[in-house]
């Protein structure tokens, strides 16, 4: 891993927000110093990370997504300043975060159809993207 770059190209034109979740910070998150590289440099402009496995209460990527201030900043962001959605990690957690992504819009647009309707376009359009796995 080559330490602090960017690793996704240069000159992007709208904030740039991470969503990293993992079951333990000292087993799983692979690249945490990366990560905190990117927020330092202002690769990032935000940050969230949910470790699954380190409380009672098991915390998720689309449990953050879910935060009203979060869910508001994503929807702002998609919405507003058509910014794009990259997903990446296990089907399951793919279509929670997706159902995470679609309440965030449904509260901006007016309904779960308009939203629905939206990320459909994101889609068509490249601006919604999932990697996913079983």
Not at 71 to 90: H, L, T
Not at 116 to 130: C, F, I, K, T
Request: one cysteine or more.
């Amino acid at each position: 891993p080559g330490g602090a770059a960017w690793p996704w190209g240069r000159g992007r034109v709208t904030r740039a927000t991470l969503y990293f979740g993992c079951r333990a910070r000292d087993r799983d998150h692979l690249y945490k110093d990366e990560m905190a590289a990117w927020l330092a440099a202002g690769a990032l402009d935000a940050l969230h990370v949910a470790y699954s496995r380190e409380k009672a209460h098991k915390v998720y990527v689309q449990d953050l997504l879910r935060r009203p201030g979060d869910a508001a900043a994503v929807a702002a962001d998609v919405v507003d300043a058509r910014g794009s959605v990259y997903v990446c990690g296990g089907v399951a957690m793919g279509a929670a975060v997706l159902e995470a992504v679609a309440d965030a819009l449904a509260a901006k647009l007016e309904g779960r159809a308009a939203a629905d309707e939206y990320l459909a376009r994101m889609r068509a359009d490249g601006r919604y993207v999932q990697e996913l796995w079983a």
